[in-house]
T-cell receptor, first 116, second 113 residues
Framework: GENVEQHPSTLSVQEGDSAVIKCTYS??????FPWYKQELGKRPQLIID?????GEKKDQRIAVTLNKTAKHFSLHITETQPEDSAVYFC???????????????FGKGTHLIIQP | DAGVTQSPTHLIKTRGQQVTLRCSPI?????VSWYQQVLGQGPQFIFQ???????GRGNFPDRFSARQFPNYSSELNVNALLLGDSALYLC????????????FGQGTRLTVV
């Protein structure tokens, strides 16, 4: 099955600086890559996603890039703010379990800390 | 519109007992999936149901089972509970089966003692 590696496990940046979180996946057949933000005690919430026919997608301060050849994708957050502090998870669709986006394999998460 | 709702929010069970967790998807969503999230880890896929049929199963023992009802709500059952089953159980619904946003419920925190 799919295996997703996520780095770093903890990332501390100054408010206003940029943050980058990187993920690699193992199955070249994976075709959907969402990023979720999870605040303490709350549900994971989708912040951005990308499909394998697209190399980059941007939504205001958040962007995701995908390199299918290298099998890695990254989350970029610019002009970080205190409310960006949370745990971020990358995920990849797992075609070995039916090909549904709901059959996601998640990374272990990155704890992003925004220093004031 | 209501989001994905799960019940109960918290649950304490004894080893060897059985537990049933419930999930109501967003209205109109036909796909429901279940995930287990152990503290400090990412969610791990357990099951996907679409149109009341099991469409995918993760690497979990047969003690875990689920079903989806005609109204698309779902139940997750875990038999013979182990201490290691203690986790946050998340339900996610989506409009269609593939490559679309999955909306998560707030989860059920299960503690096995």
């Amino acid at each position: 099955g799919e295996n997703v590696e996520q780095h770093p496990s903890t990332l501390s940046v100054q408010e206003g600086d940029s943050a980058v979180i990187k993920c690699t996946y193992s199955d070249s057949a994976s075709n959907y890559f969402p990023w979720y933000k999870q605040e303490l005690g709350k549900r994971p919430q989708l912040i951005i996603d990308i499909r394998s026919n697209v190399g980059e997608k941007k939504d205001q301060r958040i962007a995701v890039t995908l390199n299918k050849t290298a099998k890695h994708f990254s989350l970029h957050i610019t002009e970080t703010q205190p409310e960006d502090s949370a745990v971020y998870f990358c995920a990849a669709s797992d075609p070995t379990i039916g090909g549904g986006a709901d059959g996601l394999t998640f990374g272990k998460g990155t704890h992003l800390i925004i220093q004031p | 519109d209501a989001g994905v709702t799960q019940s109960p929010t918290h649950l304490i069970k004894t080893r060897g007992q059985q537990v049933t967790l419930r999930c109501s998807p967003i209205s109109g969503h036909k796909s429901v999936s279940w995930y287990q999230q152990v503290l400090g880890q990412g969610p791990q896929f357990i099951f996907q149901y679409y149109e009341k049929e099991e469409r995918g199963r993760g690497n979990f023992p047969d003690r875990f089972s689920a079903r989806q009802f005609p109204n698309y709500s779902s139940e997750l059952n875990v038999n013979a509970l182990l201490l290691g089953d203690s986790a946050l159980y998340l339900c996610a619904s989506s409009l269609i089966r593939v490559n679309t946003e999955a909306f998560f419920g707030q989860g059920t925190r299960l503690t096995v003692v």
